[in-house]
C-alpha cells in the first residue's frame, strides 16, 4: 500500500499534466476553435518543431539573461538580508524602502532602463533582478531575525562575538529561508526578464511571442509560453534538489510540501 | 571567599521602568550549589542574565571570581529548559560548540581535535548518551536532547554552570534521572552551580542553598541551607527531614501568591 501511494506521488503531476493538454485538445478540436484564437496542443507542438531553431536560441538567450538576473539578485539579496536581519538599525532604515521599491510595477520601470542602457540583455537583466532580489532579502532577515534568544544567550554567554553567533547559528539558520526564496526568485526571475523582452529587445522568448502574436502566429505564442514554464519549473526542480540536499535538517517530514 | 556576589543589585530592563528584581545581595562560594526558587515571573532568570553578564545592573555590583562583572563572562556554562541545540548539526558537534567559541580552546581546535571529541564523547557517555554522538537532535528524546544540552554547558570546563528551569519540560521520571546525572557529575569534579527552578523538592534534593524570591520585584526573602549528608541517594526524597525542608519552603511560597 505505502509503496502504491508513493508511485502514486510521483506519477501525479505527470499524470496531471497530461490530463490537461488531453482535455484542451478534445475541447480544442471538438468545438473547432480557429488556431489563431487558442491553438490546439497538436498544433502548438508542431509549430515548436517548425520553428525549433529559432526557439532554442531566444529560449538560450532568455535563460541566461534571467540567471545572470537571478544570481545578482542571490548576491545582493543575500548581502542585503544578512543587514536588514542582523541589524535593528539597518532593519528601520531599509524597510520601507524596500517595501515601496517592491510594490512598484517593474514593467513601469523598463522603460527607465532602457533609456540608461539601451533595448537588450541588460535591461533584461536587471529587470529579472529588481523583481526577484526582493523575496531573498525577506527570507534571509526573516531567517536571522526570528533566531531564537535563548540560543543567542548561549553563544552570548561565552563570550561569543557578533559575527561568530551569525557563523556558527545565523546564517546556518537561515539557510532554509533562503532557499525556499530561491524557488520563489528563480521563477520571478523568469517573469522580470521576459517582460523586459517584450517591452524592450530583439532577443529572447519574450521578443519571440510579441513578434509572432503581431503576425497572429498564435501556436509560435503558446509554444514560447510553455518553453518558458518548462524552464521555470526545471529550474525550479533544481533548487528544490538543491535545498532538500543542504538543508536536509530543517525538511523531517515526508509528507511536507519540497 | 566568595565566588559570585551580589551587592543590592537592581535591574530595569526598561531605562526608569519597573524594577525586574530589587535589592538582591548573595553570596555563594566556589563549588557551592545554589537553587533559587519563587513564583514565576519573579526574576529568576534575570538574575541568570546579570550573573553571566548578558545585563548590566541598573543598581549595585555584581562580582564574580572577586572581579565585578562587565560583559559576558567566558567561564560560565548555561543550560534552559529548552535545549536549544542546534538541528543542523549532530549531537557531538553540538556538544563541542562551546570549543570553538571559548578560547584557549578555540586555538588548539585543529591541534586537539582528536582529544577534543575523546572528550566530549567522554561527557556523552557519562550522561548516558554513549553511541548518540552521531544521532541529530530530533532523533533524541526530549530528555536526551536536555543531556546533551547540559554536556554542552559543560564541555569547556566552565567554573560556574547556570541552569534555567534545565528539567521543567520533563515527564517526572526523566526529571528524577537527571537530577542524579546533574549530581553525579557534580559530584565528581564540583563547580559551582546556579539552578533556577520552581520545582522545590528538586531545588532541595540538588543544592547546598536554597533562595527564595519575592514576586516582582524580585527579591531575596529567605535563605535557607539544605542540610541532607551526601551523596543523596534519590531515596532521600522520601524521608521525614526531606519533607520537611520541601514543606517550609512551600510555606513561604505560598504566603507570597497570597500577599
Known sequence: MAIKTSTAIKAAPWLLTVAIFLVWEVICSGLKIPDYLMPAPSAIWASGLEYAGPIMMHALQTLWTTLAGFALAVVVGMLLGLAVGASPLVYKACYPLLVGFNSIPKVAFVPVLVVWFGIGTIPAILTAFLISFFPVVVNVATGLATLEPELEDVLRSLGARRWQILVKVGIPRSLPFFFASLKVAITLAFVGSVISETVASNLGIGYLMMSASSSMNMPLVFAGLIVIGVMGVVMYELFALAERRLTGWAHRNPNAPG | M??????????????????????????IREGEFVAVVGPSGCGKSTLMKLVSGLKPPSNGYVFVDGREVGGPLKIVGMAFQAANLLPWRNTLDNVMLPLEIVEPFRSNLKKEKAQYTADAEALLARVGLAGYGSKFPWELSGGMQQRASICRALIHQPRLLMLDEPFGA???????????????????????VILVTHDLREAVFLADTVYVMSKRPGRILVRKEIDLPR?????????????????ELRDHIGRIRES
Open chain 2, 2 to 27: 566568595s565566588f559570585v556576589k551580589f551587592e543590592n543589585v537592581s535591574l530595569a530592563y526598561a531605562p526608569g521602568g519597573a524594577n525586574a528584581i530589587e535589592d538582591v545581595s548573595l553570596d
Open chain 2, 170 to 192: 520533563l515527564d517526572a521520571f526523566t526529571r528524577e534521572e537527571l537530577w542524579c546525572m546533574l549530581r553525579d557529575l557534580w559530584q565528581e569534579k564540583p563547580f559551582t
Open chain 2, 231 to 247: 551523596p543523596r541517594p534519590l531515596d532521600v526524597t522520601y524521608t521525614d527531614s526531606f519533607a520537611a525542608y520541601v514543606h
